[in-house]
């Protein structure tokens, strides 16, 4: 292997003229995917829009026509990802009026700074187990579920039933402790 000096008088070896054009081949390549993983992401970013545009006249259209109920019933009928993407990609429309510029964000990364709560990622490893919720939490959400249910399909809400979840819940909070407990 031949060295060449600098001008601190170090030897510094050459190497073969190949492997700075494989180096250089590389990067590029680097630079030419990343350009292409932004357009993609802004692609994705800008198809969430324009389906949350569409996904909230449709909404609009079938609340006018058939009333809130009919809503889901066609969401689950007609629309091939969950509920919670569609909520995302209408709240992703209503948020941003006019369709989203360019930046190289993930739908996440745009999510994330808009407010619009997301899933955690799933865990990498194998045997990582799903953090434990909290009671309270889980009866919480039964209890909103349950209203929203019950407003959508316009059906009376038994006060007793109401009264015996209420309860429930105060009891978890106490139990809980003041970190979990809401603020007056």
Request: some cysteine; glycine content about 6%; overall charge positive.
């Amino acid at each position: 292997m031949s060295t060449y000096a600098t001008q601190e008088h170090t030897a510094i070896p050459a190497l073969a003229p190949d492997i700075a054009q494989k180096i250089n081949a590389l990067h590029a390549d680097v630079r030419r995917m990343e350009r292409e993983s932004r357009q993609k992401l802004d692609g994705a970013v800008s198809a969430a829009w324009q389906a949350g545009r569409l996904l909230l006249e449709a909404k609009a259209s079938i609340v006018r026509h058939c009333g809130h109920g009919a809503w889901m019933l066609w969401l689950q009928a007609n629309f091939k990802g969950n509920t919670r993407t569609a909520r995302r990609y209408m709240k992703l429309a209503r948020e941003l009026p006019d369709a989203p510029a360019p930046g190289g964000l993930s739908l996440r990364q745009l999510y994330f700074r808009l407010g619009i709560a997301t899933e955690p990622k799933a865990p990498k490893s194998i045997g990582a187990r799903p953090v434990a919720i909290p009671a309270y939490i889980v009866l919480a959400n039964k209890l909103v579920r349950i209203l929203r249910e019950a407003r959508e399909s316009r059906c009376a809400i038994v006060p007793q039933d109401l009264a015996m979840l209420y309860a429930q819940l105060r009891r978890l909070f106490e139990a809980a402790g003041p970190l979990a407990a809401p603020s007056r």
